[in-house]
Each structure stands twice: as C-alpha cells, then as structure tokens.
C-alpha cells in the first residue's frame, strides 16, 4: 500500500497523558519503525511535544476526537510548520476487538495516517470557535432558565395556584406582577388578578379563581429563589448576546441571507454561522453539509437487503436548533416548507418529517451561501404544479369515495 507520509504521528488522548507513536516508514526491505512514548497533557509537556514532533520531522499527525481532550493538543500543534494535524472521528478509527489498548490505538493511528486512510474532521478556525463557545453557552443557559420556570411552575401548583392553566408564560410581565404580589404578601385573588395586562386582562374571571390557593411564606421564600435565579440566567443570556452581536460582525452579510428563509430566527442563524463557520466551501455539496450534521438517512445494507436507514450522529447543536426552526414552519402555513412537512407527516410521520425539513433547510442555507442568493420560495401549490395531472385524479379520487360522480371540464 502507498505510503503518503513517511514520517506520521498517531496520538492516544486521555484526560491526564497521550500515548504518541512515531511512525518512520522503512526503505528497500527494511520494516517500518514505531516508537511510542507518553507525554503529560499539562500545557508545558504538550509544547514540549511540539518541539519532539519537529525534531522528528513528521509531516502528519493523527488524534482521535476524544470528549474535550483533544483540544489542547490539537490547538497547539494545529499551527506547527510543515505538518497536517487531523482530528478523526473515533468511529472511523476504531480498533478490532480484543486488541485495543492505547498503546495499540496509537500506532494504528499511526498507520492509517501514513497511508492516508482516514480523513479529517471539520474544525473551524479561531474565531468560530469562540463564537461557538458563546453560542453553546446561551444555549446552555437559556435550558437551564427553562428549567427553573418549570420548578416555579411546580411550586405554584403545589401551593393551588393554577396561573399557568390561564396564563401561557407565567413569568412574563402579567405573570411575574402576580408572583411580585404573592411573595409580597397580597393573597387578594381578585387584586392579582386585576394585575394582568393586555390581551390577558379577557381572562380576569379565570385568573381569579386560578389564584385561589394554599400559597404561604414557604412557597413566597421559594418563589423568590426561582424567580432571582431566571433573573440571574436572564442577564447572563443579555450579555452573551449582546458579545455574540459583536462578534457576528464579520459573517453579517450571511447572517442575514439565512434569516430570509421562513422558520430560521435571528438566533437559529446564530446557531447556523457558529456550527459551520459561516464558510459553505467546507462542504463540497450540499449533501455533504446535510450527512455531516446528521440529517440524512444511513447505509446498512448486506446482501442486498437493507437492514436500516436511521441517520447517523452528527452536530447535535446545529440539529437542536434546526429541530427547533421545523417545529415553527410545521405550525405555520402558507410556505413551501410547511407543505413539504404537511405532505411528509401524513405518510412518515411528524419526526421524519421533522428531519427532512432540517436536511431542506440545509440544503436551501448551502445553495444560498455557495450563490449569494436570496431565498425563493416555491409556494404552497408547488407540489400540484409539479404534477398536475396525479393532484387531480387525486381530488378525483376522494370526491368519488365520498359518492359523487365527477366529471371534468376544462375552463374556457
């Protein structure tokens, strides 16, 4: 087999050391040599890796995508001169059964290296990372403040106070004074109730008798834990977003491209931006994008029968908030999409059809960055105009089984 990279380094992560091999591929009959050596994963050893590696003259280095640990090594030796640094996937590289260790695993990382068996996974650059950072973060914390809404939730009804039976957000701003009145002593059910603004005070005789409850200064000392608590997640999302804004800059023109298709909110383009980096020439197809963040079907098949199409794992964030983005076109009319989605759901079901409007939107968000163009959407009767002549024996069809008999006439 062809040797590309004479001289390849594979690399066994753990949390506290790595397991290096250096592979030296031989000349005429003589054999290749490894050599495996462990090095500490603190900062001061890793550099002084770096230092190893380029003594050795290696021209490529193998790491398997081990939780958070590859990073460090990753991000210090990813600049060293004259040398390509992969991350694989671990289940690209995956050792037989009963031979691994991780002396082993680093050798056989070696190996495929040299030969060129493996191929790297997509790490973006410096500053989409840190905008991922910042974006996985308000992620993170905007779950976290759901969380507590629901245990003030939990709390209210635990005390009898219905509010979230009348009300849809109970910490909004009719919600949050009702609570403010609980906490402050102010047990009146109609005195809160008259608290409501808006739309909301058409509910005052509901929200009267919702407020009738048991709620003492137990539940007032819980509230106000909850609600300093959503208040803390809340201001800490205000600055994460005010630094992603900041840091968005740069990708702005493709920011806003995204934000033309229906369903995608200025936070789904966040997402979008920090998951790909902004840059659609990392994938060469849209295919490519759409099997990289796990939203096509996967290949099992043996003998010519194919066992199973689940997808495979891929970007579980940019999912997350594609995931979110269906679920607002699947509840909103009037769009190609929402009509893909309808005429998915019907047949497959609404999960499957969640997942072929992400792999749509995906595949519109590639086009659209690879072109530069705006989004153009088909309209609702796209599919009817895409087969006439099947949309109307179908119509046909259903008249006929409700028992009439239908006859066609072209309009002059």
Known sequence: MEVLHPRCAGLDISKKDAKVCVRIAGTGRRKATEAVTTWSAMTS????????????????????????????????????????VMLVNARHVKNLPGRKTDVADATWLAQLGAHGL????????????QLRDLTRTRS????????????????????????????TDIVGVSG???????????????RMADLAQKRLRNKIPQLTEAMVGRFNDHHAFLARAHLDLI????????????RIEAMMEPFRGFHHLICTIPGISTRTADVVV?????????????????????????????????????????????????????????????TYLNAKY?????????QKANVA???????????????GTLYDDPGTDYYTRLRPERARQRAVHQLEAMGYRVTLDEAS
């Open 274 to 334: 920090a998951e790909t980096g902004g840059d659609m020439r990392c994938f060469p197809t849209a295919k490519h994008l759409a099997s990289w963040a796990g939203t096509t079907p996967g290949n099992n098949e043996s003998a010519g029968r194919v066992k199973s199409t689940r997808t495979r794992p891929g970007n579980s964030h940019l999912q997350g908030a594609l995931g979110a983005s269906a679920m607002s076109i699947a509840r909103t009319p009037g």
């Open 45 to 84: 050893h890793i550099l002084a890796l770096r230092e190893h590696l380029a003594a050795e003259q290696v021209t490529c280095v193998v790491m398997e995508a081990t939780g958070d640990y590859w990073k460090p090594f990753y991000y210090l030796l990813e600049d060293l001169p004259g040398v390509v």
């Open 357 to 371: 409007i992400q792999h749509a939107l995906l595949v519109a968000i590639w086009h659209m960055g690879t072109t």
């Open 231 to 242: 208040d803390q997640h809340s201001a800490v999302i205000d600055q994460l977003t005010e």
């Open 176 to 190: 949050r004074a009702m609570i403010e009145a609980l906490i402050t002593g102010d047990r009146d059910p109609a």
């Open 118 to 129: 493996v191929r790297a996974s997509f790490v973006p650059p410096e500053p989409i990372r």
């Open 140 to 167: 993170a914390i905007t779950r976290e403040r759901s969380r507590e809404v629901q245990r003030l939730e939990k709390l209210l009804e635990d005390a009898g106070i219905k509010l979230s039976s009348v009300a």
């Open 342 to 350: 309808r005429r998915i759901a019907a047949r497959r079901g609404p």
